[in-house]
């Protein structure tokens, strides 16, 4: 599975932004999918993940209410709509998808759940 994110940029505190990840490869629909993040000086921490039907998702407690994950397995492409951006949400932002299929978890997954990175994008929310 290979992965592209798209969509982050500047955008002033409150604002919104879509990221979109794209993928290759046969196994997208049988993929759990996750986004995270990394901050400056900060290790790399689990923002959202959904399974791969679709049916389940999971946040950090630092985004939820403002940012919703979203998968299209016709368009195998993974999606985070985030809004009421926080100088706090500044970041690289990497979807990841697992290592195994038909992964499921009802805790926040770990990176070592997922075996496939995308290459990031730069989320920058101004004050």
């Known amino acids: 599975v290979q992965l592209q994110a798209s969509g982050g940029g500047l955008v002033q505190a409150g604002g919104s932004l879509r990221l979109s990840c794209a993928t290759s490869g046969r196994t997208f629909s049988t993929k759990h999918m996750g986004w995270f993040r990394q901050a400056p000086g900060k290790e790399r921490e689990f923002v959202a993940g959904i399974s791969w039907s679709g049916s389940r998702t999971i946040y950090a407690d630092s985004v939820k209410g403002r940012f919703t994950i979203s998968r299209d397995n016709a368009e195998n492409t993974v999606y985070l709509q985030m809004n009421s951006l926080k100088p706090e949400d500044t970041a690289i932002y990497y979807c990841?998808?697992?290592?195994?299929?038909?992964?499921?978890?009802?805790?926040?997954?770990?990176?070592?759940?997922?075996?496939?990175w995308g290459q990031g994008t730069q989320v920058t929310v101004s004050s």
């Open positions: 990841t998808a697992s290592r195994s299929d038909y992964f499921t978890t009802i805790l926040p997954p770990l990176e070592s759940d997922y075996g496939y």
